[in-house]
């Protein structure tokens, strides 16, 4: 499976937006990205996903590069709830998904 | 909302006894998955379950885990004889044909002791 690194944590103050970062170097041509949180004490929650294009809906946008070497999970105003471990994950195969370490977002009043 | 559904949310249990795990998923859909998440680690991907029977599963999921969809409702994973690294918390997820999202429920969280 086609790895993703992404920065163990950040911060953001609320109300002003977030860009999460994702590499993913060794992505293939038919790998979705996919991005998943989870909030304190809950199970994964599907936030967004993409191919090639950028992709926005209720929760996010989601930024890829023209390369898809790399994308960006963007939360345009952080509220307080958003304080999760937000994963970037790559898949081909729907029966098969990898979370990796993720990135702790930390969202300060 | 539809969402899954799991029972216990939490079991305690010795090692070597047997448990099993309940979820139900979210009715019209046709593909389940289990995963599990060590205190402290990342969500690992244990077994994928379509038609009856087992799509993929991972070098986690050996001869002490078994999955089955009993009825129409209920799908479970039964660890056979229970370790004291078999602690973590336990998801089921489920999804429909042609959605890409899988959807996740609250979770066990298992007690080996």
């Known amino acids: 499976d086609a790895k993703t690194t992404q920065p163990n944590s950040m911060e953001s103050n609320e109300e002003e937006p977030v860009h999460l970062p994702c590499n993913h170097s060794t992505i293939s041509g038919t790998d979705y990205i996919h991005w998943y949180r989870q909030l304190p004490s809950q199970g994964p929650e599907y936030v967004i996903h993409?191919?090639?294009s950028n992709v926005n809906n209720r929760m996010a946008s989601l930024a890829i590069a023209e390369d898809r070497k790399s994308s960006t999970l963007i939360l345009h105003r952080a509220t307080l709830r958003d304080a999760a471990v937000y994963y970037c994950i790559l898949r081909d195969d729907f029966n098969k998904f990898y979370f990796g370490s993720g990135t702790k977002l930390n969202v300060k009043p | 909302e539809p969402e899954v559904t799991q029972t216990p949310s939490h079991q305690v249990t010795q090692m070597g006894q047997e448990v099993i795990l309940r979820c139900v998923p979210i009715s019209n859909h046709l593909y389940f998955y289990w995963y599990r998440q060590i205190l402290g680690q990342k969500v690992e991907f244990l077994v994928s379950f379509y038609n009856n029977e087992i799509s993929e599963k991972s070098e986690i999921f050996d001869d002490q885990f078994s999955v089955e969809r009993p009825d129409g409702s209920n799908f479970t994973l039964k660890i056979r004889s229970t370790k004291l690294e078999d602690s973590a918390m336990y998801f089921c997820?489920?999804?429909?044909?042609?959605?890409?999202?899988?959807?996740f429920g609250p979770g066990t969280r298992l007690t080996v002791t």
């Open positions: 997820a489920s999804r429909n044909r042609g959605d890409y999202e899988q959807y």
């Open positions: 993409g191919l090639t």
